[in-house]
């Protein structure tokens, strides 16, 4: 069973449409065993995002993400990382198709809604700096056994 590390980027509390983006990680049959709202400050937003500290926008994605509270999870399921990412939608939002997250709630790519983890390497490491593992709560699906 997969992991991956999602957070709904700042705005998306304000624009209220954290619950529609949760509905669409959830109707497709992903489980959320950790969920928390959080402030990042600067130290945690550059330790995140340090694959992109040499690109011209690491410096406005690290004031942006810092912006406002974000709402971070651990989902998991079956191929995890790969279906939250198809989800998503391309990073860029001129190709995020309509359909997906970021296709059909964002405008503007630094302010692209949601980010999940792309490799299973990049969830262990974000999953790690976001969440203690006393607050994964990996709960058992009842309903599982009918499904398979
Ligand atoms: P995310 O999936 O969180 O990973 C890195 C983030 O950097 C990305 O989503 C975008 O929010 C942001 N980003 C990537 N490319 C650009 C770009 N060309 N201009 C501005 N922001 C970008």
């Known amino acids: 069973m997969e992991r991956t590390f999602v957070m709904l980027k700042p705005g998306v509390l304000q624009r209220r449409i954290a619950g529609h983006v949760i509905s669409r990680i959830e109707q497709k049959g992903l489980r959320v065993i950790a969920m928390k709202l959080m402030s990042i400050d600067e130290g945690l937003a550059r330790e995140h995002y340090a694959e992109h500290k040499e690109r011209?926008?690491?410096p406005d994605l690290i004031s942006y993400?810092?912006?406002?509270?974000?709402?971070?999870m651990v989902?998991?399921?079956d191929g995890a990382i790969s279906r939250v990412r198809t989800l998503a939608g391309a990073t860029k939002v001129e190709d995020a198709r309509p359909g997906t997250i970021r296709g059909d709630f964002a405008a503007v790519t630094r302010q692209n809604i949601?980010?999940?983890?792309?490799?299973p390497a990049?969830?262990?490491r974000e999953v790690a700096l976001f969440f203690a593992p006393k607050e994964i709560h990996d709960w058992e699906d009842p309903n599982a056994g009918w499904i398979e």
Request: proline fraction near 4%.
């Open 122 to 124: 990049s969830s262990e």
């Open 114 to 119: 949601i980010h999940a983890s792309d490799s």
């Open 75 to 77: 989902v998991a399921g």
């Open 65 to 72: 993400i810092t912006s406002g509270p974000v709402v971070t």
């Open 56 to 58: 011209d926008f690491f």
